[in-house]
């Protein structure tokens, strides 16, 4: 047996999570207790922070090679947009690299207010904050709103960054099984009829691919007196001509908070809420990342603006989007692959095993193909999945050889 094989069999890849609950004298002791990198990487199949040298939206170019990109969050392919590309130099030469400051005292610049007033136009609402990251923009609305007699109601599945943000509040968290409308109902018939209530669910969730059930959401909302917050990372571009879950549903209009990023469809970094105006100008002045961290670059802001402005411009990307995503979902299917319960443009392939998983990861590059390695925690453990995402610009020469690479692996590996 060969020492790549020995090597994998006494790699535990969740052991780095079990020694995130252990302490000791010196705290940074867990630090050298970390192998799992260090194996993987002996092994070659350390599929994280690998380098990309320059990504072109459906290929980059990785060690060198060109590579067909099926692992990115650009769904619109408006990255390379030369508009946004110009939009984001032009504010470099105009604005400068930074605001040096928080949004709250010297960071607000007037490209962030008009970004704000169109992310609101185009969503429906009254107003719009727009925050550093997507991250912050949960963190921000959570540390707003989730006080000492509230009910945070999630969807388990939801990203990290809600969890991380509950853990700003005082409030009681409370999680209903994945799209589970009967658990939802139960869970919501159990708590007091006077206590008050938040539920947030993912629109289209990171991982899974699958979709938000939000009309059904939205009704028991309604009907049990909680306010509804849509994190619609992933949305956006993907379903509602582009607008999002929300739009898909018919249900905007009964969404009191939409959430989002700019570092996916909309080819920037950062994050917005969108709602009502009172309660967006309460984030404001009370959401920590308003407060304590600093302003969103003009240069992301108008780059943002200008990926907006094209997607309303463009809505055929939106089409060639979603009719690159089933063709996939269909082929995939027809050779036998475990897609899940995926209806968008992120498409799982289901592994198991993990080092099976990253060892697949590292043949598919090395074919010229890059997929995300999703093992545990993102996925449960045992279920570790090849994360494929696809774009608007992917052409069908990209998609077939991409799927010639996956046949040719899975006859290899009967998986």
Same mark, same amino acid.
Request: overall charge neutral; charged content about 20%.
């Given at each position: 047996m060969s020492s790549k094989s020995n090597t994998a069999e006494i790699v535990d890849l969740n052991h780095r999570f079990t020694l995130s609950s252990e302490g000791?004298?010196?705290?940074?002791?867990?630090?050298? =207790?970390?192998?799992e990198p260090d194996m993987l990487r002996?092994?070659?199949?350390?599929?994280?922070?690998?380098?990309?040298d320059r990504n072109d939206g459906p290929t980059a170019l990785i060690n060198n090679r060109e590579t067909i990109m099926l692992g990115s969050n650009n769904y619109l392919g408006l990255t390379i947009h030369p508009e946004v590309r110009k939009a984001a130099a032009d504010?470099?030469? =105009?604005?400068?690299?930074?605001m040096t400051g928080s949004r709250l005292l010297n960071g607000t610049h007037v490209m962030h207010l008009e970004l704000e007033e169109a992310l609101a136009e185009y969503f429906g609402k009254e107003a719009g904050v727009v925050f550093g990251t997507g991250y912050q923009a949960n963190l921000g609305v959570l540390s707003s709103f989730f006080k000492k007699g509230t009910a945070l109601i999630l969807d388990?599945?939801?990203?990290? !960054?809600?969890?991380?943000?509950?853990?700003l509040g005082k409030g009681e968290k409370f999680s209903f099984k994945h799209n589970d409308m009967a658990d939802l109902r139960a869970l919501l018939t159990s708590? @007091?009829?006077?206590?008050?209530?938040?539920?947030?669910?993912?629109? #289209?969730?990171?991982?899974?691919?699958d979709v938000a059930p939000l009309d059904e959401i939205a009704a028991l909302a309604k009907e049990f007196e909680a306010r509804l917050i849509l994190d619609d990372a992933h949305g956006v571009g993907l379903l509602g001509q582009g607008k999002g879950t929300a739009f898909e549903y018919d249900v905007a209009s009964?969404?009191?908070?939409?959430?989002?990023?700019?570092?996916?469809?909309?080819?920037?970094?950062?994050?917005?809420?969108?709602?009502?105006?009172?309660?967006?100008?309460?984030?404001?002045?009370?959401?920590?990342?308003?407060?304590? !961290?600093?302003?969103?670059?003009?240069?992301?802001?108008? !780059?943002a603006l200008k990926a907006l402005e094209i997607m309303q411009?463009?809505?055929?990307?939106?089409?060639?989007?979603?009719?690159?995503?089933?063709?996939?979902r269909k082929a995939l299917k027809e050779m036998g692959f475990d897609i899940g319960h995926s209806t968008t443009a992120i498409i799982p392939i289901v592994v198991g095993d993990e080092i099976k998983?990253?060892?697949?990861?590292?043949?598919?590059?090395?074919?010229?193909?890059?997929?995300?390695? #999703?093992?545990?925690?993102? #996925? @449960?453990?045992?279920?570790?999945v090849l994360r494929t995402s696809y774009t608007s610009e992917h052409t069908r020469e990209h998609l077939d050889r991409s799927l010639e690479v996956f046949a040719k692996l899975k006859k290899k590996h009967s998986w």
């Open positions: 000791a004298k010196d705290p940074f002791d867990i630090a050298f =207790k970390l192998i002996k092994m070659g199949i350390h599929p994280f922070h690998l380098p990309i504010a470099i030469m =105009k604005h400068g690299t930074s388990e599945k939801v990203h990290a !960054s809600i969890h991380d943000g509950s853990k708590l @007091p009829a006077d206590m008050g209530k938040m539920i947030m669910v993912d629109g #289209v969730y990171s991982m899974e691919g009964d969404v009191d908070l939409i959430v989002g990023t700019f570092s996916k469809t909309l080819a920037s970094v950062g994050g917005f809420a969108v709602g009502q105006h009172k309660v967006i100008d309460y984030i404001k002045h009370i959401g920590r990342p308003m407060l304590f !961290s600093a302003s969103l670059p003009p240069a992301s802001a108008a !780059s411009r463009e809505p055929e990307r939106v089409q060639r989007l979603n009719h690159n995503a089933a063709y996939m998983c990253l060892t697949i990861w590292r043949e598919l590059l090395d074919e010229g193909v890059y997929v995300n390695a #999703v093992p545990f925690p993102a #996925v @449960p453990v045992g279920q570790a």
